[in-house]
């Protein structure tokens, strides 16, 4: 069964930065786009962030742009988002999803790790 | 930009009727539309992709259906597990950015 589990989430004062990761298993990784999507508290879902399957390829929602950077390591299974200058806007919980071959819909998805910004 | 419009945004029903459930969007987007269901606490599952292609699965009291810039998602002979938060979501193609819709809460009436 295919697997994905993030952690890294946690309370983090705005300014502050943090890291998120993404472990997964029983699917071949490095075939396959991968994406960050979040939900802030009690609201609905937006995506975040999207990475090619060799890394080479990355984009960003333009609120994250130049603060969040996605990567990958294949070697490992995982998937990353480095979260810098953190805003009280960016609380969610944040999931880890594969896309699909057509790379138009997310086929899987974490359970999610929540990030709180707040002082 | 294109906007994703879903509607009505609560639908209360009971189990063993039809729930239609609406996504309109700002512009066309051909049929790349894809509908998810989430439960409270739980990820997004995904429903159907290209607005009617059901996902591994679902059951086919689920179907999709639309084109241009109007969809439906519509559940027949609801059942008690069916209640949940639906979205539909929209990939431009380039650059590529995901939009979602509000979601449309389907409550036990």
């Known amino acids: 069964e295919v697997q994905l589990v993030e952690s890294g989430g946690d309370l983090v004062q705005p300014g502050g930065s943090l890291r998120l990761s993404c472990a997964t298993s029983e699917f071949t990784f490095s075939s396959y786009w991968m994406s960050w999507v979040r939900q802030a508290p009690g609201k609905g879902l937006e995506w975040v962030a999207m990475?090619?399957?060799?890394?080479?390829?990355?984009y960003y929602v333009d609120s994250v742009k130049g603060r969040f950077s996605i990567s990958r390591d294949n070697a490992k299974n995982s998937l990353n988002l480095q979260m810098n200058s953190l805003r009280v806007e960016d609380t969610a919980v944040y999931y880890c999803a594969r896309l699909t071959g057509s790379t138009r819909d997310f086929d899987c998805w974490g359970q999610g790790t929540l990030v709180t910004v707040s002082s | 930009e294109i906007v994703l419009t879903q509607s009505p945004a609560t639908l209360s029903l009971s189990p063993g009727e039809r729930a239609t459930l609406s996504c309109r969007a700002s512009q066309s987007v051909g049929n790349y539309l894809t509908w998810y269901q989430q439960k409270p606490g739980q990820a997004p599952r995904l429903l159907f992709s290209?607005?009617?292609n059901r996902a591994t699965g679902i059951p086919d009291r689920f179907s999709g259906s639309g084109s241009g810039t109007d969809f439906t998602l519509t559940i027949s002979n609801l059942e008690p597990e069916d209640f949940a938060v639906y979205y539909c979501?929209?990939?431009?193609?380039?650059?590529?950015?995901?939009?979602f819709g509000q979601g449309t809460k389907l409550e036990i009436k």
């Open positions: 990475i090619k399957t060799d890394g080479s390829e990355k």
């Open positions: 290209d607005a009617s």
């Open positions: 979501h929209h990939r431009t193609t380039w650059p590529p950015m995901f939009t």
